[in-house]
């Protein structure tokens, strides 16, 4: 796993600063250059109304590109950050923006708060977090306001990968073994069974639904087991995890029963047209899940 450029949009809140701080650390395990971004709606003076037709008309001025810029580098020095940032401020609507500066700058991560400033419950993601989840062409890593104030604190924890083998599946695997090697944690990867998980169907001639069912897991942990196989080692091991039920359902459960530090996982499941698709595992588990998640694109 190589990083060379990575993004960081804030918008200067607690929970934005906290994300600037995984971007910061992360920019420094690969040794790539950190561009932090923060969108204003304008540069320009605004005209404000008092309030009736004929009132008088006023005009807020908002702050300088520079006084923005160096209140972003207040906040860089705020996340222990030394070196190797950059801080741009910009005017224009906030997802078209940071899909821009990922292009300008040829980001290969996007790291972000999944709540804002107008972030208001707990299972909404931020209006812009999720724009930038459905069109970013990178990865993107999305910080929750419960996550540890530093990356580095997931020394000794498990790094949780859902595996699908889509070709996303599996880059996102090698991530996860690449990050557990950074922090020495341990990984966990884990396939849920969602056909025959839920529900009894009737059981049919020459069909016997429990055993069709054990087959299933036997085959779903034989390949897991080939896969930690064939990806370097980690130093505090991989297991493999089978798992019944709804997908997003469970590895959301299974992160939280094993106090999991980080979710690795691919944007697109196998046969997805667009993000829509992923939209029902990969969107819910980043709503739900109460630690960063890694969203990777093969």
């Known amino acids: 796993m190589t990083l060379t450029q990575v993004l960081c949009p804030v918008d200067l809140s607690e929970m934005s600063i906290r994300a600037l701080a995984y971007g910061g650390t992360v920019a420094e395990w690969y040794g790539s250059r950190l561009t932090v971004l923060h969108v204003v709606p304008s540069f320009e003076p605004m005209e404000v109304r008092a309030g009736a037709l004929f009132d008088p008309v006023h005009f807020a001025y908002p702050m300088t590109r ?35 500066q ?72 090698g991530f ?64 493999a995890t089978v798992t019944l039920g709804r997908a997003h359902r469970e590895i959301v459960r299974l992160a939280a029963e094993t106090h999991a530090g980080l979710i690795v996982m691919g944007a697109r499941g196998r046969g997805a047209p667009g993000f829509a698709a992923l939209g029902s595992t990969t969107l819910q588990v980043v709503r739900a899940a109460g630690c960063p998640v890694l969203t990777v694109r093969s």
């Open 66 to 100: 520079d006084q923005i810029e160096e209140r972003l580098q207040d906040a860089v020095r705020a996340a222990g950050i030394t070196s190797g940032v950059t801080c741009v401020a910009e005017a224009g609507e906030p997802a078209a923006v940071i899909a821009n």
């Open 102 to 173: 990922t292009a300008a700058t040829a980001a290969e991560l996007i790291v972000m708060a999944t709540h804002g400033r107008s972030g208001w419950q707990r299972l909404m993601l931020g209006s812009v977090t999720e724009k930038v989840l459905q069109t970013a062409p990178c990865a993107v890593l999305t910080v929750p306001p419960d996550a540890p104030r530093s990356p580095r604190e997931l020394t000794g924890e498990v790094v949780l990968c859902p595996v699908d083998y889509s070709p996303a599946a599996l880059q996102a695997a």
């Open 176 to 239: 996860a073994v690449d990050i557990a090697r950074q922090v020495d944690a341990a990984v966990r990867f884990v396939q849920a069974i969602e056909w025959l998980a839920e529900e009894e169907p009737r059981e049919i001639a020459h069909f016997s639904v429990p055993e069709f069912r054990r087959a299933l897991i036997q085959q779903a942990d034989e390949d897991l087991h080939k896969l930690i196989a064939e990806l370097p080692k980690v130093p505090r091991g991989a297991t």
